[in-house]
């Protein structure tokens, strides 16, 4: 069986308004940041899995993505995948 | 009246569970059994309500770790048989990511968790959930949700609005909701999702009673 370190990324689709984002964003103007043009909030999942090989894993932490790590309403997702 | 039964779900973090028997029990006389998310079997239920709260802490998303309990995978078949199923609040958002109703629910545009009444628009009573006797076609429930703002994108709103699936229209939108979208139902008008709490306006002691219509809907074969 081989490691994996899996990092995911979950974003709010362009589309949808992120509105923890732009308080943000305000925030950081009113710290004095110059040059701003947006600001958006994700999240970040660090999973480690083992599995025969880096297909399998792919399979399994797409499914993860999919059905559970995102609303894919609302969310996009992409990963970065590291063998341990 | 009768044996008619409303199984009312109950999760690690719903709290609005107690409200909903109360009032159909103590307003109503609907008899009413809780269901633990455990308990996969709904055979002694004539309805389902999905009650309002914080069902897993509203981890990773609203509703989004509730949507793999065994009570919701046997969810499926219950809707299937035209059984009736109101999803309140949380309920509404445990609806949307199990994938019975379109869409999804996301922050409040202001970041705020808003308590308040809510002048509503019935837009359509498919399913029977609210009274369209041209009578009272504006209904006042009360809000209290941070993450109510309802999104989808324009081909599913189309769907929504072609098809009769939006029951409630916010009068004055309070969230940031596409459409100011307060409710919607499945195609078969046998599911209604709801961010407003009916249960909560069933009494005029405590401020109203246009809740009662939707809570009796229940029982409606």
Known sequence: MDQFAVKVFVRLRPSVLDPAGEATKSASIKLGAEGIKSLRIGKMIEVNIEGNGE???REKI??????????????????????L | MDNFTVGVVVFPGSNCDRDVSWALEGCLDIRTKY???????LSNVDAIVLPGGFSYGDYLRCGAIARFSPLINALDDFVKSGRRVL?????FQILTESGFLPGALTANKNLNFICDDVELDI??????????GGEKQT????????????????DTLKKLVDNELIALRYKNNPNGSSFDIAGITNE??????????PERACDETIGGTDGLFTLKSLILK
Not at chain 1, 62 to 83: H, M, P
Not at chain 2, 87 to 91: E, L
Not at chain 2, 188 to 197: A, E, F
């Open chain 2, 188 to 197: 078969k008008g046998n599911v209604l999702g709801l961010m407003p709490h």
């Open chain 2, 35 to 41: 269901l633990w998310h455990e308990s996969s079997d």
């Open chain 2, 123 to 132: 837009v359509s009573s498919k399913g029977g959930w609210f009274n369209d």
């Open chain 1, 55 to 57: 297909n399998e894993v």
């Open chain 2, 87 to 91: 999803g309140i609040c949380n309920g």
């Open chain 2, 139 to 154: 209904i006042k429930l009360p809000i209290a949700h941070g993450e109510g703002r309802y999104h989808c994108d324009s």
């Open chain 1, 62 to 83: 797409d499914l993860l993505c999919d059905r559970l790590f995102a609303n894919t309403v609302i969310e996009d997702y992409e990963y970065s995948l590291e063998k």
